[in-house]
């Protein structure tokens, strides 16, 4: 049984639906049974261990938001002031903010103009004796050129952190993303393939890192080791935060992670409807679709259209939300952004970034939208482009 959350009254076809199995409910009466609500829970070692063995980590440990596990992995690469880490600049502010709050410098790189992810080719150039680490994004569930990134930051001995936030069920070169880097983060937000409504999880791939981490999870204390028996009392020991999430997160999150599979196929079925439907333009010039490499296996997190310019980019939203579609661009690159330009500097030029961000249109992608939904959406951007 799947059970879909209420619609937007004032849209026919939301941009997003959060989407619940039906199991959510009856696990969130069990963790208040069970009388344990704080985390670090039955609830919460399930989902761990489910991390654990789909995507292959050392250790998993959930946490309140993909925020915060970035937080998280800036602590354990000891992030300090004036440290550099490469990133994209098309990206969400919480992957720099995570280092800027320790001080660090974000170097903006450009993308790639296929997958819109960070452009390998560019990283060496950006490397300094102030460098610390590389944070590959993974666009859209698609991975980044992992083991040339990896070779880069093994050369120069620089810690990879792989923002993974839409990488849930994805693969590079069939290893799951968030699994190859020394530190990987994900993310549970209503917007992505799995949700807890809020929430993440921080994955821990170097072996040597996951006793610091738990203790960085617990708010510095060794508490996880005295509730094992290791210890016989707990204190501060080190830097940390509250980053757990409730067990009423993690009941919710568990219901999600049992039916990960199903919500990826359903959500692939879409992406396929709208990428056979929407070839046609792209033959005629109109639009670009999204582009996947043959080694990589995308979960359908988004399915996005590159229009010719930015005024027919604004125009399109117009018209489809005129028919009662909400459709959204996505980042505003952080490089241009105020903050951005304060914390961080550009490496080279960023012109693929400046050039794509403004074109790229998100079309509606959630399990429960209708085949009917998507032929009215694409019947009415070739109406739109057909008159242009």
């Not at 292959?56 to 354990?76: F, P, R, W, Y």
């Not at 040339?148 to 070169?173: C, H, K, P």
């Not at 960023?350 to 961000?357: G, I, M």
Request: with cysteine; glycine share 6%; hydrophobic share 40%.
């Amino acid at each position: 049984m799947t059970t879909k959350l209420p619609t937007l009254p004032s849209l026919q076809i939301p941009f997003n639906q959060p989407f619940a199995t039906g199991k959510e409910f009856d696990y969130i009466r069990q963790a208040i049974s069970n009388g344990h609500l704080s985390g670090n829970g039955a609830f919460t070692k399930k989902c761990q261990a489910w991390l654990e063995a789909e995507i292959g980590c050392h250790k998993a440990l959930i946490t309140h938001s993909c925020t915060a596990a970035l937080e998280m992995a800036a602590l354990l690469a000891d992030i300090q002031p004036g440290d550099e880490i490469i990133m994209p600049s098309y990206t969400f502010v919480s992957t720099a903010n995570a280092f800027v709050l320790r001080g660090g410098i974000p170097v903006f790189v450009d993308i790639r103009p296929d997958t819109f992810n960070l452009d390998e080719s560019q990283i060496e150039a950006a490397i300094t004796p102030k460098t610390k680490a590389i944070v590959p994004v993974h666009y859209a569930g698609v991975g980044c050129e992992m083991e040339r990134i990896m070779e880069i930051a093994e050369n120069y001995n620089l810690f990879v952190i792989e923002d993974a936030a839409q990488g849930v069920m994805s693969t590079y070169n069939s290893r799951p993303l968030g699994s190859i880097g020394h530190l990987g983060a994900v993310s549970f937000h209503e917007t992505k393939n799995v949700i807890s409504g809020e929430g993440g999880a921080l994955l821990i791939n170097q072996p040597d890192l996951m006793e610091r981490a738990e203790i960085i999870w617990e708010k510095g204390t060794n508490r996880s080791q005295f509730f094992r028996g290791q210890i016989d009392k707990y204190t501060w020991v080190d830097v940390g935060s509250s980053y757990l999430p409730s067990e009423i997160n993690a009941a919710f999150l568990w219901a999600q992670l049992e039916a990960a599979e199903t919500i990826t196929r359903k959500r692939l079925a879409l992406w396929k409807q709208y990428h056979q439907g929407l070839i046609e333009l792209e033959k005629q010039g109109k639009i670009r679709c999204p582009i996947i490499p043959q080694h990589c296996h995308h979960n359908a997190h988004m399915y996005y259209i590159i229009l010719p310019d930015l005024e027919s980019r604004t125009t399109l939203i117009k018209k489809l939300k005129t028919n009662n579609i909400n459709s959204v661009f996505h980042y505003v690159p952080l490089h241009s952004s105020p903050a951005g330009q304060k914390y961080g500097r550009v490496s080279g030029n960023l012109t693929v970034t400046d050039d794509l961000s403004s074109r790229l249109l998100r079309l509606p992608m959630y399990p429960s939208l209708m085949s009917e939904q998507i032929e009215l959406i694409m019947n009415t951007i070739s109406q739109f482009l057909s008159s242009q």
